[in-house]
């Protein structure tokens, strides 16, 4: 059975930064394509980051910079580090497999909150 | 980047109905479009990829078309279960994007 389980999320102050954890079983992640997708409270769904499984990196123009995805494949883990946050950032974050180019497989999500 | 927009953003319709859902994008993504339904507080599922390819466990009253830049989504009967929140999305040029969310309510 496949599970994406996310952690790390919590309330952090402006400029603040936070890691995010997503722990993978059922497939590997070194084989495969994972991504970061965020939804703020009440709004729709924002791509934020993806790690191909051949190393290339694509980032949204909102968070390059200052978001940095990276995955351990020792641990079947992806990360997503947040540095410099802002209110905006403030959502779920999922984490997903991304599959000819479509999210399939979603992780029930964790809430990260930027407020001072 | 890559603009997705979906008409409508609310629909009001019975069970039974047949319903469709248009997406469209700011330039070509030949087939690259897939749809999701989302209830609330769960996370999206996906139902749809490539247009028109049905997910695995997906009923088949769930089906999509087109290609270029117009896309559509259709129920052909709506069950209760399918009252829910639909995006539409893209991935292509280095980036993905969502539409903007359809909300299909019971009327």
């Known amino acids: 059975e496949v599970q994406l389980v996310e952690s790390g999320g919590g309330l952090v102050q402006p400029g603040g930064s936070l890691r995010l954890s997503c722990a993978v079983s059922g497939f590997t992640v070194s084989s495969n394509s994972m991504s970061w997708v965020r939804q703020a409270p009440g709004k729709g769904l924002q791509w934020a980051s993806t790690?191909?499984?051949?190393?290339?990196?694509h980032y949204a123009d909102s968070v390059k910079g200052r978001f940095t995805i990276s995955r351990d494949n020792s641990k079947n883990t992806l990360y997503l580090h947040m540095n410099s946050l802002r209110a905006e950032d403030t959502a779920v974050y999922y984490c997903?497999?991304?599959?000819?180019?479509?999210?399939?497989?979603w992780g029930q999500g964790t809430l990260v909150t930027v407020s001072s | 980047d890559i603009e997705m927009t979906q008409s409508p953003s609310t629909l009001s319709a019975s069970v039974g109905d047949r319903v469709t859902i248009t997406c469209r994008a700011s330039q070509s993504i030949s087939t690259w479009l897939a749809w999701y339904q989302q209830k609330p507080g769960k996370a999206p599922k996906l139902l749809i990829c490539?247009?028109?390819s049905l997910e695995s466990g997906v009923p088949s009253r769930f089906s999509g078309s087109g290609s270029g830049t117009e896309f559509t989504l259709t129920i052909s009967s709506l069950q209760p279960d399918d009252f829910a929140t639909y995006y539409c999305q893209q991935y292509t040029s280095y980036s993905s994007t969502f539409g903007q969310g359809t909300k299909l309510e019971i009327k």
């Open positions: 790690s191909f499984g051949g190393g290339t990196i």
């Open positions: 490539k247009a028109s």
């Open positions: 997903v497999r991304l599959r000819d180019w479509a999210f399939d497989y």
